[in-house]
T-cell receptor
Framework: AQKITQTQPGMFVQEKEAVTLDCTYDTSDPSYGLFWYKQPSSGEMIFLIYQGSYDQQNATEGRYSLNFQKARKSANLVISASQLGDSAMYFCATTSYNTDKLIFGTGTRLQVFP | DTGVSQNPRHKITKRGQNVTFRCDPISEHNRLYWYRQTLGQGPEFLTYFQNEAQLEKSRLLSDRFSAERPKGSFSTLEIQRTEQGDSAMYLC??????????????FGPGTRLTVL
């Protein structure tokens, strides 16, 4: 069965600094996807970034990048130049070619301070 | 706005009552998913549709829960005889249905259910 582990319940970062949110995954499927979502206090899950298991390069989307280390089964999210609006819960999730549902971790609460 | 929409945003009900939630996916998306999220946890999968066909249901989806997507467009999730343990955020998501672990799901704002 697939599993996502996020070991950081909370993180603090100062505005304009970079921060890394950890995610490790467990899957036996040869083809899978890794996703990061942001959930502000309003509750909506906002898609941030996607990494495919066969992608050779790390995914980037603006200030977000995904540090994908396949051998270590890690998919850490890096947010550069943090902004106050980045304060939210962040969830790592995975899916695979033979199951279409997302499996989520327990999330990391990020707080950005001035 | 052409994103996923959900109604109502909030629902308070008494134990034993039936409730129904609606989800309107992004118009060109074939797949529609329902998830449930309790406090301090990540969302958990409930069920999903490919067009009007319900392809998978979680064991979390007891016989009190039923979901439909009659014309392959909007979907409804009904909970009969609600219990306090049903209190949660119910999230709907949709995707193009590309499969092969590349399909990005886009979520709606959720319906927060409180059962008194």
């Amino acid at each position: 069965a697939q599993k996502i582990t996020q070991t950081q319940p909370g993180m603090f970062v100062q505005e304009k600094e970079a921060v890394t949110l950890d995610c490790t995954y467990d899957t036996s499927d040869p083809s899978y996807g890794l996703f990061w979502y942001k959930q502000p206090s309003s509750g909506e899950m906002i898609f941030l970034i996607y990494q495919g298991s066969y992608d050779q390069q790390n995914a980037t989307e603006g200030r977000y990048s995904l540090n994908f280390q396949k051998a270590r089964k890690s998919a850490n999210l890096v947010i550069s130049a943090s902004q106050l609006g980045d304060s939210a819960m962040y969830f790592c999730a995975t899916t695979s070619y033979n199951t279409d549902k997302l499996i989520f971790g327990t999330g990391t609460r990020l707080q950005v301070f001035p | 706005d052409t994103g996923v929409s959900q109604n109502p945003r909030h629902k308070i009900t008494k134990r034993g009552q039936n409730v129904t939630f609606r989800c309107d996916p992004i118009s060109e998306h074939n797949r529609l998913y329902w998830y449930r999220q309790t406090l301090g946890q990540g969302p958990e999968f409930l069920t999903y549709f490919q067009n009007e066909a319900q392809l998978e249901k979680s064991r979390l989806l007891s016989d009190r829960f039923s979901a439909e997507r009659p014309k392959g467009s909007f979907s409804t999730l009904e909970i009969q005889r609600t219990e306090q343990g049903d209190s949660a955020m119910y999230l709907c998501a949709s995707s193009l249905g590309q499969g092969a672990a590349t399909d990005t799901q886009y979520f709606g704002p959720g319906t927060r259910l409180t059962v008194l």
